[in-house]
């Protein structure tokens, strides 16, 4: 991590994947005490998920994309965010090196502010009565912050992901405080959409991207700065033989080059299962059903957005 340029800050730090409930609730305590001490609010995060250079094969998939977790901060509060990588140098590093080297000298944190279930340092080691011990020696405050709760149990990133994996997107859209978003770019793909009469746009996406259950949802489409209503298909095509598991998205009354494009596709409802049906005349059918059955969730209004 290069040289930061603060001079006094207050830190909060965390992989902040979703940048759920628990993170805001966070993020608004790390601001007040920042403002108290009138020193600069710094949230530290990581380019990835520990587990990805730790233990890569029971790594979990991420919510968000890096530009998202930075954008949804932003969208929080956040005005500084510093990205570390985390790679075998930040792994190694023993608890009391962590706060040595970087948040006394990187980041010059008077005080830290994280959850009381933070870990840190090699082999997650430290926890937080080890950084206020190392706070009591190297002349910085430690404030822990409570999980916050919803629905009688702690919000955490890995109940989002329980929630969405399940296609539970109501459950998913309160612990996260918006809805379920993922961002990808738009592709060629087979044209099956287009010969049937529904043409979508086939999104290619982070491999580590988690998505919900194989299914069909209503949904809200961000593109080229403009908000569309549409349907999201998640699945395998099983009516034309099958194939590798992909995203499609339809948008309502749109009309447009929209190849290489960025999308984000914001996750409402989920309308039904993914079905193999008998001929293509029945799936359009179903199609036609499914689109008026995504519009009375999501509304037919097409929205201007400030960013593209």
Do not use: W
Request: charged share 25%; proline share 4%.
């Amino acid at each position: 991590m290069s040289r930061t340029g603060f001079t006094r800050s207050a830190v909060s730090i965390g992989v902040f994947d979703g940048v759920h409930i628990g993170h805001r609730a966070l993020l608004s305590l790390l601001q007040s005490q920042a403002a108290a001490r009138d020193i600069t609010p710094v949230v530290l995060t990581f380019d990835r998920l520990p587990e990805e250079l730790i233990a890569p094969s029971r790594a979990p998939f991420r919510i968000n994309t890096l530009e998202q977790k930075l954008q949804f901060l932003s969208e929080a509060g956040a005005a500084r965010v510093v990205v570390s990588p985390f790679d075998n140098a930040v792994a190694e590093l023993s608890p009391e090196e962590f706060v040595d080297v970087i948040l006394l000298g990187e980041l010059r944190a008077e005080v830290v502010v994280v959850g009381v279930n933070f870990r840190f340092g090699r082999s997650r080691a430290g926890n937080i009565d080890t950084l206020r011990q190392l706070g009591d020696k190297k002349g910085f405050s430690v404030i822990s912050v409570e999980p916050t709760t919803c629905r009688g149990s702690s919000v955490s990133s890995t109940r989002v992901r329980h929630a969405v994996a399940n296609g539970d997107l109501t459950a998913a859209a309160k612990l996260l405080g918006s809805h379920f978003t993922i961002r990808g770019r738009v592709v060629r793909g087979l044209g099956i959409g287009k010969q049937i009469g529904y043409p979508t746009a086939n999104v290619q996406l982070s491999s580590r991207q988690i998505l919900p259950m194989d299914g069909v949802y209503a949904v809200r489409a961000r593109i080229n700065g403009i908000r569309v209503p549409g349907v999201c298909s998640i699945g395998s095509r099983p009516t034309f033989g099958g194939g590798e598991r992909s995203v499609e998205v339809m948008l309502y009354n749109f009309d447009g080059d929209i190849y290489g494009c960025e999308i984000d596709t914001e996750f409402h409802r989920k309308i039904r299962d993914q079905v193999k049906f008998d001929s293509v005349d029945a799936l359009k059918k179903q199609i036609g059903r499914d689109i008026e059955e995504a519009l009375e969730f999501v509304g037919t209004r097409v929205e201007m957005t400030s960013a593209g």
